[in-house]
Structure formats: structure tokens, C-alpha cells
């Protein structure tokens, strides 16, 4: 049983596109985040949402739209992709500070 | 926002000897916890150590925190080639924002 999974787990895709990753965690977590991992491995928090509501967004692109149909859920969808979007994108949950984190989605925009 | 920086950002030693990696951060913390990453993996908790503790042990790995200096330290005794992958400090802070930050990270390789 994977506890936090994210789809897809590669994604190439050309510049000016629309795409979608998403994600869910089956640990029954109120806590949910997206963080990208760059080219320097430097991860950075993007948003953070507790029980569907959007808590944190650490000055990201309004390209970049999240969604929480329910809390298992926190899908991230990004418009018009620019070639500086291109890297790993992962999935967390959290209940009381330790995080979950899925496998990543390598994002790679040509 | 970067809260956590580890040092050294790279380090080699050879299999058995002991791998010490550094960690500090800005503002005042509720809990600090250290991650590994394989190459191509997702992060895995390694270790939490609240604000109020200064010291934990977990297996082969050893953490320190020091609040008046703003520091934590990991320490993993007896390497083992399997130990080679990425680390990372994170943080999440008093107001209970739900953030949880990490730092950049120590490549620790092991050598054979």
C-alpha cells in the first residue's frame, strides 16, 4: 500500500501547455504539500493545504493552481509551462511535523 | 523562505567511518527533523528532535540540537555503502503554520 502516490511519475511536455499531477494519501492526514526540487536539489515549499483549504503559497506563479477535492487529495495543475517549470514536483502529507512524501514527479517542459 | 542550511553540501568518506552533517536555522523552531533522499526517490523520515530535547539516538544515527545556536547536527556511526544518498534538515516553527521547510541538503557518498 502506497501511502502517498502521485501521477504521473515523468511528464515531458512542450512550452505554453496545460498539465495536471496529481496526488493522493491514504494516511488520513489533515496536512497536505506540493514542493518543487530543482536542478541543485534545493527543495522548496510551493503550498500547503489542511483539510482542503489552502494554507501556505510561498509566492508561486499564478500558473500554478492547486486543487483539494477532498483531503486524500491535493492535485496541482500548471498553465502555460515555461521552460524554467521543468523540474521534480513532490507530493507530502503530514500529521504532527513528520512528513510523507510520494516518489516525484519529473516535470521536463521542451 | 529557506530556513534550514546543512554543511558541508557534499561529503565523502570511506565505508565504516563515521558521517557528521550540520544543520542551521534562522528563527525559532517547535520541532527539527532530518530526511534522506536516494537518487530518484522521495524524501524519508530519518529523525525528529523537539525543541526541548538536545539529544536522540534511532539505530546507527545520532542528532544533536542546539537552540542557542540555532544548530543540529546528524550523525551516522559505522557508514555503510547504503547510506549514500542526500540529507536534509527541516523545520517547522512555533506558529504552527503548517510549514514544513527544508534546507539544501548533504550528498553523502560512501566509498567502498
Known amino acids: 500500500d502506497t501511502a502517498v502516490s502521485q501521477t504521473p511519475k515523468y511528464l515531458v511536455t512542450q512550452m505554453g501547455n496545460d498539465k495536471s499531477i496529481k496526488c493522493e494519501q491514504n494516511?488520513?492526514?489533515?496536512?497536505m504539500y506540493w514542493y518543487k526540487q530543482d536542478s541543485k536539489k534545493f527543495l522548496k515549499i510551493m503550498f500547503s493545504?489542511?483539510?482542503?483549504?489552502?494554507?501556505i503559497n510561498e509566492t508561486v506563479p499564478n500558473r500554478f493552481s492547486p486543487k483539494s477535492p477532498d483531503k486524500a487529495h491535493l492535485n496541482l495543475h500548471i498553465n502555460s509551462l515555461e521552460l524554467g517549470d521543468s523540474a521534480v514536483y513532490f507530493c507530502?502529507?503530514?500529521?504532527?511535523?513528520?512528513?510523507?512524501f510520494g516518489q516525484g514527479t519529473r516535470l521536463t517542459v521542451v | 523562505s529557506q530556513q534550514g542550511e546543512e554543511d558541508p553540501q557534499a561529503l565523502s568518506i570511506q565505508e565504516g567511518e563515521n558521517a557528521t552533517m550540520n544543520c542551521s536555522y534562522k528563527?525559532?523552531?517547535?520541532?527539527l527533523q532530518w530526511y534522506r533522499q536516494n537518487s530518484g526517490r522521495g524524501l524519508v523520515h530519518l529523525i525528529l528532535?523537539?525543541?526541548?530535547?538536545r539529544e536522540k539516538h534511532s539505530g546507527r544515527l545520532r542528532v544533536t540540537l542546539d537552540t542557542s545556536k540555532k544548530s543540529s547536527s546528524l550523525l551516522i556511526t559505522a557508514s555503510r555503502a547504503a547510506d549514500t544518498a542526500s540529507y536534509f534538515c527541516?523545520?517547522?516553527?512555533?506558529?504552527?503554520?503548517?510549514?514544513?521547510?527544508f534546507g539544501k541538503g548533504t550528498r553523502l557518498h560512501i566509498l567502498p
Open positions: 528532535i523537539r525543541s526541548n530535547e
Open positions: 528563527t525559532s523552531i517547535n520541532n
Open positions: 494516511l488520513g492526514h489533515d496536512t
Open positions: 493545504y489542511n483539510n482542503k483549504e489552502l494554507i
Open positions: 527541516a523545520t517547522d516553527t512555533l506558529n504552527r503554520d503548517d510549514k514544513i521547510i
Open positions: 507530502a502529507s503530514s500529521r504532527l511535523s513528520e512528513a510523507f
